[in-house]
């Protein structure tokens, strides 16, 4: 089955109450039950059923379910963000004194979280980007995880996750991938190798911009030795499912970052549509770097860019598909606010993955807390402009922006 007939007709799309074509929301707290025993057998998980929605719910199972079978991995739990679902991946298996190696060319609230969990005892030690070669030399015998995004937002460096994979597992270190930009449309981390698989919800999942969500899913297959990771001896009886079930009793349910009913339903409608909304999302972003690529006085990144230096891996992981958000650099700060002040289509607004174009200056506004540095290590400039190419007729885009570019000039 391949992937846009899954999204209708997987086999985690249950059947519906009333034959219903879509879940109902399950808008509750709390679960009832005929008697005392019932509950008792629900909490102690000996039956199943639902107690209260922070902990489990039927829409938001049905919506891991359903991502978790598009990631090919062997469960998945949701949360109300994505930087929640970045946070508790992590604070699941770290402990004070443990190390991360992380790339630098991370979404910037990822960087700003990294810089949080210090006072916690948790360093990070960043890599230029997530390649062998600069893994390499930061990794020390407190590393306890290697975090990347597929496709960096907004530095759009592409991570070879097989080879990164292949290399970490080697030293017994797993390698967490964030596939937001990329999603599983374009390429499924845990089949080459990553060992779980973070997703803001709120951007491509959800596909309309309308819930705040994040997920973190589980390939089941990096062994967790207690020995290494505190906590975990506990969860050894679970096999598999340790990382999954230590999370669940654990970290995630007492922190509370559960998604809403709500969000989940409501991404449960876009995802049904992720695959066609993609397919036109890469053409239309590919269509857009080339032509404004030769454009005089501005520079275009794009992965699919016949310059660009993960061209050729991109095409052989993404099949063939560079993702949707490109990124100009104008020259100046001011011409970088021309530009953006001169399209007629493009929201002038932060978050990606919407059916709407969307605009915005990195520099001034999500990286504003970063320093200059940390700004260049993200492909972040004071003339960059990040644009969220969105599903619009490939030809309007194309001469809207062409026309802020020239109208730009003087
Ligand atoms: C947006 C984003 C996040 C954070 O997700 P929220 O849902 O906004 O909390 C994490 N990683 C990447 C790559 C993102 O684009």
Known sequence: MEFNTKLLHGKEVRKYPYGATVPPISQVSAFTYETAEELEKVFQNRAPGFSYSRISNPV???????VCELENGIGAVACSSGMSAITLALLNILGAGDEVIAGSGLFGGTIDLFGDLEKFGITTRFAGHITVEEIEPLITDRTKAVFGEVIGNPG????????VADFLHERGVPFIADNTTATPYLVRPLDLGADIVIHSASKYINGGGNSISGLIIDSGRFRWNPERYQGFEKYKKFGKFAYLAKLRNGIWRNMGGCLAPMNGFLNIIGMETMGLRMERICENAKRLALALDSLAGISVNYPLLPHNPYRELTERQCRGL???????RAGSRERAYKIINGLKYACKATNIGDVRT????PASTIYIHSTPAQQAA?????????????????ADLEEDFIAAIRASED
């Open 358 to 361: 969307l605009v915005i200056h």
């Open 378 to 394: 993200a492909g972040v400039y004071d003339d960059s402009i990040r644009v969220s190419v969105g599903i619009e007729n490939g």
């Open 60 to 66: 938001v199972d049905d919506f891991e379910r359903r």
């Open 156 to 163: 759009l460096d592409v991570v070879d996750i097989q080879r």
């Open 322 to 328: 560079g993702g949707g958000i490109l990124t100009i």
